[in-house]
C-alpha cells in the first residue's frame, strides 16, 4: 500500500494545505480540495491537474488556471 502528499503551497513554497490520499488515487481528485478557499491571483499546477472541471472551478474563484494542458487534448487551451 501507498500513499500520496498533495500540498498547495504559496509563492515562497509555504505549505498552505496538505491532503494525504492512497497511492492509487488520481492527483486531479483531490485538486479542489486543496484550492477551496484559498485566495490567490493563479493556480499554478503540472499536466496531472488538467481538466476543464477544475479550469471553471479556478476560474469561479477568480483565479487564472496556469495548467498545461495534457498531449491528448483535441483543443488545447493556451496557459
Do not use: W
Not at 496538505?18 to 486531479?28: H, K, P
Not at 478557499?37 to 474563484?61: F, H, M, N, R, W
Request: glycine share 6%; hydrophobic share 40%.
Amino acid at each position: 500500500m501507498t500513499t500520496k502528499l498533495h500540498v498547495a503551497v504559496d509563492a515562497l513554497g509555504n505549505p498552505l494545505r496538505v491532503i494525504l490520499s492512497a497511492g492509487q488515487v488520481a492527483d486531479i481528485e483531490q485538486a479542489a480540495a486543496l484550492i477551496q478557499d484559498q485566495p490567490t491571483e493563479c493556480v499554478i499546477a503540472d499536466k496531472g491537474y488538467d481538466s476543464d472541471a477544475l479550469v471553471e472551478t479556478v476560474t469561479a474563484q477568480g483565479s487564472q488556471a496556469v495548467i498545461p494542458p495534457r498531449s491528448n487534448r483535441l483543443n488545447p487551451r493556451s496557459f
